[in-house]
């Protein structure tokens, strides 16, 4: 097996399985076909845990704009298409109730 193969749940299921079932670590790597290490920090995480399933479910930075505020964004630059981006800004903030910035507005205004 290559060092970074990721194990599939089935396999994090046999693992966390066959160690009840007094298989030891070098048995339970040659079944699933893993290393020992893999076998021993999947059983620890279950261990911990309760589970062998990844909970990381989103990366990278959040919007600081949702669905709903960009077609908000779009009506209010639709309904003055001579507004300054400071005038789209208050417009857009106006009606929130958490105050987005004024460089987001210029981001999406203005395309590069």
């Known amino acids: 097996m290559g060092k970074h193969k990721d194990l ?13 079932l007094d298989q ?11 290393s020992r290490s893999a076998v021993v920090s999947i059983y620890q995480k279950w261990s911990k845990e309760g589970t062998v399933v990844n909970r990381q479910q989103g990366h ?7 669905a709903r505020g960009e077609r908000r964004l779009a009506r209010v630059i639709r ?10 800004a208050e417009e857009v ?3 929130s109730d958490r105050k987005k910035y004024r460089m987001l507005v210029m981001v999406k205004v203005i395309p590069h």
């Open 8 to 20: 599939s749940e089935f396999d994090k299921d046999q693992i966390v399985m066959a160690r009840p």
């Open 24 to 34: 030891s670590i070098s048995k339970t790597a040659a079944l699933v076909g893993c």
């Open 60 to 66: 990278g930075r959040p919007r600081l704009i949702d």
């Open 79 to 88: 309904s003055n298409r001579r507004a300054t981006v400071a005038q789209i």
């Open 93 to 95: 903030n106006a009606g």
